[in-house]
């Protein structure tokens, strides 16, 4: 089984070569100890009010899991979740991928996501997350999506750490990984699996009774259409109250759209 890289995360250069290599690696001591608790906190009472199964967009089948729950509109949810989407490593790495050699302007949020895995998960089915804009992606020879899956409880091999399969990022679309080409992202609470868009991966199954927590975002290039629209999601005033710089990466501009992307 071929194994992810362990990375510091103010190792920027060290993270972007094993992206590249392998299309993803674990960034480590990226989220404290205390931000990863006030965040859980945060989010508590949105997961304690959901069943399990369910999120608040309406739309589930076995794909998304009977035993998860996950919560979108996280920037209505915590205010905390601005440090998460302006962490340096992140935007470093979104803007030395997307915009240092002039493929856009600027970098956007395309989501975020709270994903609980519960007892009795299953592993989820493979795929890659760059599928969301596949006609774009076909036509472009780089990455369009750049992922942070951070981990705010441990990822374990028991509890549902992420399946990945490391070098898929380069494979034609029609190969499937065998088993002794999947790794566990298995990562202490703070660390965050980087990975990229044409990786593929997938959900781990949970055969414990603590559950698994992972707190997602994708940036993009910011000619390209976010999936999540945070103005619907979120309340607007909760959106329109975040730093300029937030307020950007979410795609909410000064006079509404954006003339260069």
């Not at 991966?201 to 999936?227: K, Q, T």
């Not at 619907?232 to 109250?241: G, I, M, S």
Request: aromatic content about 6%; proline content about 5%; overall charge negative.
């Amino acid at each position: 089984m071929t194994g992810l890289a362990h990375i510091d995360a103010d190792d920027v250069d060290g993270i972007l070569a094993a992206v590249a290599e392998d299309g993803g690696c674990i960034a480590r001591n990226v989220l404290g100890d205390d931000q990863c608790q006030a965040l859980l906190d945060d989010f508590s009472p949105h997961l304690a009010a959901m069943d399990w199964g369910r999120d608040e967009l309406g739309y589930r089948n076995d794909f998304y899991g009977a035993r998860t729950k996950r919560l979108h509109g996280l920037f209505s949810k915590s205010p905390r979740m601005v440090e998460v989407l302006t962490h340096p490593l992140l935007l470093a790495l979104a803007e030395r991928l997307f915009v240092d050699d002039g493929f856009a302007d600027d970098v956007r949020l395309s989501n975020t996501e709270l994903m609980v895995l519960g007892q009795d998960q299953g592993v989820q089915d493979f795929h890659t997350d760059g599928v969301s804009w596949r006609r774009v992606q076909r036509r472009e020879d780089r990455e369009i999506l750049i992922s942070a899956n951070c981990a705010l409880t441990p990822f374990t091999a028991s509890n549902g750490a992420t399946r990945v399969v490391p070098g898929s990022h380069r494979w034609p679309p029609d190969r499937r990984p065998t088993d002794d080409e999947v790794c566990l992202a298995e990562m202490p609470a703070g660390s965050a699996l980087i990975y990229a868009g044409n990786v593929i991966h997938a959900g781990g199954a949970n055969v414990e009774s603590d559950v698994r927590v992972g707190l997602y975002l994708g940036y993009i290039p910011s000619w390209l259409r976010p999936i999540e629209n945070q103005l619907v999601t979120n309340t607007p005033a909760d959106v329109l109250a975040l730093p300029e710089r937030a307020r950007r990466l979410l795609d909410v501009v000064e006079g509404g759209f954006t003339v260069y992307a």
